[in-house]
């Protein structure tokens, strides 16, 4: 399939890989940093396009990738979905409820498809969890958890792991509850259900942006009455991933070397002698392209097939964003937050 490229950062070469190696071509690359350009164009054969472009190369396209900030997104979005181009959307869909309303508003409107980035939803290790949890050998779900540590932006002397980033510039910093717990919260919802209650505790490590959040740490109630909590840190050196579903017939825990490698599933019911593994060795760290690889393939599939993104729609992006924003709340006013119907669009 022919894809555009709106940002072509980090995460779009992975990206365009996926799309590569689906067969399919990169249209055009659009990027506001000339080496972001620079160095893309060396790898993909592609055209490198100005602003003013985009509205011609969305139309060349089968679907368009939005991997900018997720600060700047919003007339990118109405670039792409007023065409009724299909969409990929990296995660957070936007940082603030209101930007994703106007997103959720112009998907409405153009009656768009779209897929928001949550790509360890797809990885084999998850999805074997997720199958097996959802088999039921488990039982009714009891306490779910996600732990997840090691050095993420801003970690080290002077902050300076991983050089300069948006994530760190004052003026486009979200921080980590917003950015990346996304990932945690779609994870244990699809595990456990939806959550009733947040109460969370941040705590960030760069004096001048106060807003990048590097540790967040919550606990939450689901609707059905089991416990959820979640842990992560971009400040520790040492690295490590917990994810765990303990339900009321037994529980399987995924683990990973470093924040977000899932290694190997670990499981046991209350009818088996021993334990069992499963090893994966999926590794994020050393090969992030085969991770938003399998994002692509299901996308391309629905697309192709002509059937909706049950998995990672729109409505999962905002449901997630909506969660982010209550645990700040939490955060900030030092209570614990009702969620009520928070995940209904
Ligand atoms: N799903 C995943 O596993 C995953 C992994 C990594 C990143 N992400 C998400 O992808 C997005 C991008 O992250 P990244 O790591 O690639 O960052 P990055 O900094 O490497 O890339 C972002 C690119 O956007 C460009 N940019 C900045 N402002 C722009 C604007 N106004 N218009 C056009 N381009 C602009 C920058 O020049 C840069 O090249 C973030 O939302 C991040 O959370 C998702």
Wanted: with cysteine; glycine share 8%.
């Amino acid at each position: 399939m022919k894809v555009l490229m709106i940002g072509a950062g980090d995460i779009a070469k992975s990206h365009a890989r996926a799309v590569e190696k689906l067969g399919g071509e990169i249209v055009g690359a659009f990027d506001v940093s000339e080496n972001a350009l620079k160095s893309f164009k060396k790898e993909f054969y592609c055209d490198v396009i100005s602003y003013e472009q985009i509205p011609e190369y969305v139309e060349k396209a089968d679907y368009a990738v939005i991997s900018t900030p997720p600060t700047k997104r919003l007339d990118y979005v109405e670039m792409v979905l007023s065409k009724h181009v299909p969409l990929y959307l990296e995660k957070p869909i936007a940082t603030t409820l209101e930007d994703a309303e106007k997103i959720v508003a112009m998907a409405k409107q153009y009656d768009a498809k779209i897929i928001v980035g949550f790509a360890h939803r797809f990885r084999p290790a998850f999805v074997k969890m997720y199958d097996m949890v959802k088999s039921g050998m488990f039982g009714e779900p009891v306490n779910v958890f996600s732990y997840r540590v090691g050095a993420g932006f801003g970690y080290g002397k002077n902050n300076a792991m991983y050089g300069n980033s948006w994530r760190t510039d004052p003026k486009l910093a979200c921080g980590m509850t917003i950015e990346s717990v996304s990932h945690e919260f779609n994870l244990l919802t699809s595990l456990a259900g939806e959550f009733d209650t947040i109460a969370c505790n941040v705590k960030g490590t760069i004096s001048n942006v106060p807003q990048f959040d590097t540790n967040s740490t919550m606990v939450m109630r689901c609707k059905n009455g089991a416990v959820a909590s979640i842990m992560t840190s971009w400040s520790s050196g040492a690295g490590a991933n917990l994810k765990g579903y303990i339900g009321t017939n037994g529980s399987i825990l995924l683990r990973g070397r470093n924040m977000f490698e899932f290694d190997s599933l670990t499981y046991k019911t209350v009818d088996m002698d021993h334990e069992e593994s499963i090893t994966f060795n999926d590794s994020y760290d050393l090969n992030k392209d085969e991770v938003i690889y399998h994002v692509h393939v299901y996308f391309q599939d629905c697309l192709k097939n002509n059937k909706p993104v049950e998995i990672g729609g729109l409505s999962e992006g905002m449901k997630v964003l909506k969660l982010s924003n209550a645990a700040l709340k939490s955060a900030k006013e030092q209570k614990t937050i009702a969620l009520g119907d928070y995940y209904t669009l």
